[in-house]
């Protein structure tokens, strides 16, 4: 059962461009997790999705940011118009979210974005 | 708002010590469950040990055990025979009741001395 898998691992992007990072769960997850870390900083939550839908996107940035769980494919992290300060590394975590609460969440290998 | 607070920002301990990083938190919730992850300087974010509310025993995962006080709001991670790759990151991780988005503490760094 491969684990969570984000890609690409790394990305150099100048100011003003977009940038892209994706996540697939694991195999039988449905809800999906992104946070970011800054340097020297703990994570932070930004939002959860689930197929299809947006759950909780309270801490997201309000402007260039947006995410996406479709039906089919991974889910996608987008940042628009990047600024140094976007500079980060940005993890994705899945849980499977059955009955029980409070699951397990298991983290990817995070994207680390750099903008020169 | 729950808040999680690790006090310690760094550590060392000489390799096959015993180690203990500690962790508070704030919460109004009674069942609950507590989690420490690990950051190895690969910066994956890996699951050391997952812990109940409602359970009276503390979790255990071979070298890696807890110490678990409801009353006190206190989740500390004890690590025994401390390994070279056991040097990391150590973040302390409180979901919030009903969308289980994760709340992280600082973190400690920890170092294990040859």
């Known amino acids: 059962n491969a684990g969570v898998m984000q890609n690409p691992r790394h990305l150099v992007r100048r100011r003003g461009q977009e940038a892209r990072l994706r996540c697939s769960p694991m195999?039988?997850?449905?809800?999906v997790y992104w946070y970011r870390q800054l340097p020297e900083e703990g994570l932070k939550f930004m939002v959860y999705?689930?197929?299809?839908?947006?759950?909780?996107e309270s801490g997201m940035p309000k402007e260039r940011f947006s995410a996406e769980f479709p039906k089919e494919g991974p889910s996608i992290l987008r940042i628009q118009q990047v600024v140094r300060g976007d500079s980060a590394a940005y993890f994705c975590?899945?849980?499977?979210?059955?009955?029980?609460?409070?699951?397990?969440?298991?983290f990817g290998p995070g994207t680390r974005l750099l903008v020169l | 708002a729950q808040t999680v607070t690790q006090s310690q920002p760094e550590m060392s301990v000489q390799e096959a010590e015993t180690v203990t990083l500690s962790c508070t938190y704030d919460?109004?919730?009674?069942?609950?469950?507590l989690f420490w992850y690990k950051q190895p300087p690969s910066r994956q974010m890996i699951l050391v040990i997952r812990?109940?509310?409602?359970?009276?025993q503390n979790a255990t995962e071979n070298r890696f055990s807890v110490n678990f006080q409801k009353a006190a709001k206190s989740f500390s991670l004890k690590i025994s025979d401390s390994q070279l790759g056991d040097t990391a990151m150590y973040f302390c991780?409180?979901?919030?009741?009903?969308?289980?988005?994760?709340?992280f503490g600082t973190g400690t760094r920890l170092t294990i001395i040859p």
């Open positions: 999705l689930q197929k299809e839908n947006i759950i909780d």
């Open positions: 195999k039988g997850h449905s809800h």
């Open positions: 975590a899945s849980s499977p979210r059955t009955v029980e609460y409070q699951e397990t969440q298991y």
């Open positions: 812990q109940e509310a409602y359970k009276q």
């Open positions: 919460t109004s919730e009674n069942n609950y469950y």
């Open positions: 991780a409180f979901p919030n009741f009903g969308n289980e988005k994760l709340t």
